[in-house]
């Protein structure tokens, strides 16, 4: 695969693209030892050794992060007025141009994935997988048993829209209740508008799962780590 030399060190981290040609000027990058200075100039990373003052470049074409994402940000890649879950990023994990998989409504906070390897964002999207997502939520008001069969039959929203059967789980029950949801498409506020057409509300919202991925509990909010190895074999191999 063959990809320009200015644009796989600006990938890597090496500056914007401006600064990757001023690297590349002053000649400290070699391909295979010899120093190349065009940026226009093909490399093929997995078979030529790119050097930058004599330290090897290692490069990856794909990029795989777990947000533990805050209120307040949207999902998105950009916005005009809004601050979005890439502004988040450091310089370096930007310059891949990862997208958020799927969205977390902007008051909602938890587990959100951002790539760019659009094969598997599209394989966890496709409305055909029926890829589980669980939150965990803090309800105003006692959540029943009844509740919880409504769930399994799958809840009419209140544009008339019937959802498909969701796991519901109380974990402590009183005038507020802890819960777990699980549900396996993703209308707009489709947690929220669940527990409204069952007359209660939905005041804390987080997501912890989303198929065979796990929010990191280390993660504070706001922050991101990459995808460990297995992790991201676990999603590539991940068939619901």
Not at 114 to 142: M, R
Not at 163 to 188: Q, Y
Not at 207 to 230: A, F
Request: aromatic share 6%; net charge negative; charged share 30%.
């Amino acid at each position: 695969m063959g990809l320009r030399i200015d644009k796989m060190l600006a990938n890597m981290g090496y500056g914007t693209r401006k600064e990757v040609k001023k690297l590349l000027k002053s000649g400290v990058v070699k391909i295979d030892g010899v120093i190349v200075k065009d940026p226009k100039t093909q490399v093929n990373p997995s078979e030529q050794v790119v050097t930058v003052r004599g330290e090897e470049v290692e490069y990856k074409e794909f990029i795989y992060l777990m947000m533990n994402k805050p209120p307040g940000v949207i999902s998105a890649t950009e916005d005009i007025v809004e601050e979005t879950v890439i502004d988040l990023l450091e310089e370096e994990d930007r310059a891949f141009a990862p997208f958020p998989v799927g969205r977390l409504d902007k008051d909602t906070e938890g587990l959100l994935l951002l790539t760019n390897d659009g094969q598997l964002a599209h394989q966890l999207l496709s409305p055909k997988k029926h890829v589980p997502k669980t939150y965990f939520a803090v309800i105003d008001g006692e959540v029943t048993e009844e509740d919880i069969a409504s769930f399994r039959r799958g809840v009419v929203l209140d544009d008339g829209y019937e959802t498909k059967p969701a796991e519901l789980v109380i974990l402590k029950s009183g005038l507020r209740s802890d819960v777990e949801v699980t549900i396996t498409e993703g209308k707009f506020h489709q947690v929220k508008r669940m527990f409204r057409a069952l007359g209660k509300r939905v005041v804390y919202l987080k997501r912890i799962q989303m198929g065979p991925l796990v929010l990191d509990p280390s993660l504070e909010v706001g922050e991101y780590r990459e995808l460990t190895d297995e992790e991201v074999e676990m999603l590539k191999q991940f068939r619901p």
